[in-house]
Each structure stands twice: as structure tokens, then as C-alpha cells.
């Protein structure tokens, strides 16, 4: 991928990660100031963030806490800041849980509840029903995890096994009015569905659960099963909740708005696909790919240069062994669907953590299903396996902006600045021993443009017993460009060079050879190549390739 490709969508994320600031979100969204005491309770990954930012903007006493994940904290002044784990929950999860219904104990009318939440409050807050215990809540959350069921249906079953889902923490704190300041990170900005709504209630019930399990095939042990066929989530009708507010004030639209508005300033048109995509990850990219694909090649619906944007919640399916979250594997299936195009896309979660790994999501242009096959790794075994995370690290396209203090969900970018396939460029290869190779290209290169069409690899003999086999990218060597066109491999050295071409991409007419003046082609020659293309081409290569290394 091009450093100023790389740049630009980095600078998309960082304008959508601006855009759901606490600090700016909160403008315009304070409740009216009580009589009695402000109490703040709040959790999820940009709760500390919320709070302090509250803190700034409120100018008068709080008190309260809040639970974020391990990692998140930042400084506050009043407000107590708690950690816990995520994305299955722990005991200090449940520590916090109790911690902030007593915060909300003992309230009266008089008093103001502001309720801080944000994206991944689900596990943050975990409250097991009684007779059960955190393990059977941690075996629960798992389990959803790995169903590849979307949001809505997961919540709907947390909030039937919960203490504290579904509105329950704002009946705690009633008689105290409490106002509800959300950042989504759901499809649709249901407030009721982000981090299953502690003091939201909603009208999904029972039977909306149940509907759940059994269509997405979630195998629950029978007493988690009954519990939740017996009990009642709180009707949003309870009086309880009457003198209560509820604002979203930050999301995925208002996000996308602003990277959007980012790329046209920079010449680049933006069409924003939705900010409520759902469904399974590596579907969705097929989806996302066949779209590139179209206004790369045909120009349409949407016509070069321009940036797809989306945003929403993928779910994946685990089947295999290996790491990786949502985003990472959204992009290795988009790496196989844009093999040979101009493309480069950018998925990330915009909390800065994608899954379990450290890093938010990824980089993938139309060579890294390419580049991967170079280092040995077949990208759609790793896809198999669910090892995005592997595929992105052996390419050294992880994104990892750490923590960014907020969550409006996924983000997803992918530019296509031109018409056509990925140009090739001639490259000086560094190896680790100092020494320089000249990847020998012109013969080749000038084969395959006469023939019209690029091979998967081309395998070239040894220049110098150097050691090691090197992969060299013809498009965009091992993946890095660098102004000098070097590549440091970290490698002793070089045994062989490998050219490594997208797979059977014809080229655009403008990036055919001329003929010499005067040539014609035979027309028996023409007609042997139409009746045997592979085994004459074949041979060709052989020779070209032989002649590129000074053995022909």
C-alpha cells in the first residue's frame, strides 16, 4: 500500500474518532442541574472519557463511578474510575456492578442520576440473576460471542439473565430522575441496545429471546435456558421511568458525516454506503468488494476517485483456532475480493481494540492476498481458521492507534483512486547483508505485457548463494513503499528472488507494449496461441525467466 493511501485513510478514522469526542459530543446535551446531588455512573469502553469530560463541562459537585475496560482509564476529579475485563466479564466487573447501584441508593426526587454509556458496557457489567453465578454469565457471554448472532439478538437474551440489563440500574435509582447520555455503537442507535441498556428499558421480551436461541442456534444450558423463559425484562411503562431523559449523542452517522467531509476537502469523493451494516464479517465483504470492484472497473455506481464508507457491527462465526476480531477478518475477505485491483480499504473498531488483539483493525490493498501467498501463507486457509490477525501481522498492516476514548462502532474506508489494476514498479531490493539485487523485471515484465496477462509467481534462479528464499512483489514489494523503493526483510540474506504478480489480471490497453514497427503477427501463430494458451505461454515464461538471471 502507497504511504499516502495509508496517510489518508488514517486521517478518515482519526476525523470519525473526532467526531464522537466526549468532550465535544457532550455540548449541548447537559440535563437541567438539580436541586439535590449530581450523581454519575456510567460504563463501557469510553466511560472514564465521558465522565471526565462531564466533569469539565457540568461546573458544579458530582460524585459517582464509572467501569471501563482495563486500560482505558484517564484522570478525573470526583468521579471514581473502575476497570474490568472485556469482552468476557470478571469479578471486578462484578465489583463495579454493585459498586454503582450504591451510588444510586438512597436518592430522592430532588436528586439528578446522569447515566454515562458507551459501547461495551454488556460485559462491564455483568449481575447475574440470583441462584446463578459469574461463571454461568461468563459461559452466556462466550457463547454469544462465538453465535455470530447480531447485537440485537444478544441483548435481548443478556437483558432476560441479568441483574442490572434492561433499564434495571434506573429502577435502582428511582425516585431520582435519571438522564441517560449515550455514545452509540449499534446498528440503528437504539438506546435500549447499547451495552443492553442499564437504564434503558425496551419492549423486547421474552419470547423475542427465546426466538434468538433457537434461530441462531445457541446452545445454552437448560437452567440459564428456563431462567430466561420465565423471567420478565421491566416494562418501559413503569412508572419508574417516567421523569427520565435519554439522549445519543454521539454515533456511527455522525462519524462517517465527518470522514466524509475530510475526503472531499482532500479532492476525494465519499459515498457513505450505511452506518448499520450487520451480518456475518467475511460476508459483508464480499458485498463491500463486489461494489470496489465495480467502480474500479466499470465505473459505477461511482466513478474514481472516491471512498466507500460504512459502518454498523459484523458478527463472525468462530469455527477455527485462530485471533483476530470482526474488522481484521472483514478485511482479509476484502483482500481476496480486490486481488489485482488499485484498491486500498482500512477496517477498524473505533475504540481501538478489534477483537481480542491489540490492534484496532488493518490495512489491505488489492496485492495483500498476494503478498501473503509470497510469505507462504494462504490467505483463505487463514480466513478459515479466523486468523486474520496472524494474516495482518506477517504483512505489517495491523492499525494500532490504542485507545481513543470513545466507540460509535465499526469504521470502514476503502479507496479506489483510479480506474484499472495495480501498476507495477521497478524496485531495488536491500537485503540484510547490505548487499543490493535488482529484481530483474524488464524481461519478464515485458513478456507478460506482450501475452496480456500477469502469472500468479514467477520463480527465479539465484544471482548469488546468498541463504535464504526473498518474495519480492513486483506491484509493491513485501508490501512497503518506501521513497527509496528499499525493502529491509530482517532476513540474513537472499537465496532467490521471487516475482509475485496479481492472478491473471489483464492489463488496461493503455499498458500494452507497442509492436515494433513494421511486425505482423501470423496468423497461424495467432491461431496455435488461441488452441494452446497455457502450454505457450508456459514456455515462454520459462525462457524470459531464464534470460532474466543471465541462463538463457
Known amino acids: ?248 449523542i454521539a454515533s456511527a452517522a455522525c462519524s462517517l458525516d465527518a470522514a466524509a467531509r475530510v475526503a472531499k476537502a482532500e479532492g476525494v469523493a465519499a459515498a457513505i454506503l450505511s452506518d448499520a451494516i450487520e451480518g456475518e464479517a467475511r460476508e459483508v465483504a464480499k458485498v463491500h468488494a463486489a461494489i470496489a470492484r465495480e467502480v474500479a472497473t466499470r465505473t459505477r455506481p461511482f466513478a474514481p476517485p472516491v471512498v466507500l464508507l460504512s459502518g454498523g457491527e459484523t458478527t463472525v462465526t468462530l469455527k477455527g483456532q485462530g485471533k483476530g476480531g470482526r474488522n481484521s477478518e472483514f478485511l482479509l475477505a476484502l483482500a481476496l475480493g480486490i486481488e489485482g485491483l488499485d484498491i486500498a480499504a482500512l477496517a477498524a473498531d473505533t475504540d481501538g481494540i478489534d477483537g481480542s488483539e491489540n490492534n484496532a483493525g488493518a490495512f489491505a490493498d488489492g496485492m495483500s492476498a498476494t503478498r501473503l501467498r509470497a510469505f507462504g501463507h494462504d490467505p483463505a486457509a487463514l480466513l478459515a481458521d479466523n486468523d486474520a490477525f496472524t494474516a495482518f501481522a506477517a504483512l505489517g498492516d495491523l492499525f494500532t492507534p490504542g485507545p481513543t476514548g470513545t466507540n460509535v462502532n465499526d469504521f470502514r474506508a476503502i479507496l479506489i483512486r483510479q480506474e484499472g489494476h495495480a501498476q507495477a514498479r521497478r524496485r531495488r531490493v536491500r537485503v540484510a547483508d547490505g548487499s543490493d539485487l535488482k529484481a530483474p523485471l524488464d524481461p519478464v515484465e515485458r513478456f507478460h505485457r506482450r501475452q496480456n496477462l500477469r502469472h500468479r509467481a514467477v520463480g527465479l534462479a539465484p544471482r548469488a548463494d546468498c541463504g535464504d528464499k526473498l518474495a519480492v512483489n513486483a506491484f509493491d514489494p513485501v508490501g512497503r513503499d518506501r521513497a527509496a523503493g528499499e525493502v529491509d526483510l530482517g532476513v540474513a540474506a537472499v537465496k532467490q528472488i521471487i516475482l509475485v504478480f496479481p492472478t491473471r489480471q489483464k492489463l488496461p490497453e493503455r499498458e500494452r507494449l507497442p509492436r515494433a514497427p513494421g511486425a505482423k503477427q501470423r496468423p497461424q501463430a495467432a491461431a496455435h496461441r488461441r488452441a494452446a494458451p497455457t502450454a505457450r505461454r508456459s514456455g515462454r515464461a520459462r525462457r524470459a525467466a531464464a534470460m532474466a538471471c543471465g541462463h538463457g
Request: overall charge neutral.
Open 1 to 248: 500500500m502507497q504511504d499516502s493511501d495509508r496517510a489518508f485513510l488514517s486521517r478518515l478514522f482519526a476525523a470519525a474518532i473526532a467526531a464522537a469526542d466526549p468532550a465535544t459530543a457532550l455540548v449541548g446535551h447537559l440535563p437541567a442541574r438539580p436541586k439535590g446531588r449530581t450523581v454519575v455512573i456510567g460504563a463501557g469502553k469510553g466511560a472514564a472519557q465521558l465522565a471526565a469530560a462531564f466533569e469539565n463541562a457540568w461546573g458544579h459537585p458530582v460524585e459517582g463511578v464509572v467501569v471501563t475496560r482495563y486500560g482505558y482509564g484517564c484522570a478525573t476529579r470526583a468521579v471514581k474510575v473502575l476497570e474490568a475485563a472485556h469482552p468476557v466479564p470478571d469479578a471486578a466487573g462484578l465489583a463495579a456492578t454493585r459498586a454503582l447501584f450504591a451510588a444510586v441508593s438512597g436518592l430522592t426526587e430532588d436528586d439528578l442520576v446522569v447515566a454515562l454509556v458507551t459501547g461495551g458496557g454488556s460485559a462491564l457489567l455483568p449481575c447475574p440473576p440470583d441462584g446463578f453465578t459469574l461463571a454461568d454469565e461468563q459461559a452466556l457471554n462466550a457463547t454469544l460471542l462465538a453465535s455470530g448472532a447480531p447485537i440485537s439478538a444478544m441483548n435481548a437474551i443478556r437483558k432476560h439473565f441479568s441483574g442490572v440489563k434492561g433499564g434495571r440500574l434506573a429502577q435502582a435509582a428511582h425516585p431520582a430522575r435519571v438522564a441517560t447520555l449515550i455514545v452509540s455503537d449499534v446498528p440503528g442507535d437504539d438506546p435500549a441496545q447499547v451495552a443492553s441498556g442499564p437504564t434503558v428499558a425496551d419492549a423486547t421480551g421474552r419470547q423475542a429471546a427465546l426466538a434468538a436461541i433457537r434461530d441462531y442456534g445457541i446452545d445454552l444450558p437448560a437452567p440459564v435456558r428456563a431462567h430466561i423463559a420465565r423471567t420478565p425484562a421491566p416494562d418501559p411503562q413503569d412508572p419508574a421511568f417516567a421523569a427520565n431523559t435519554v439522549s445519543v
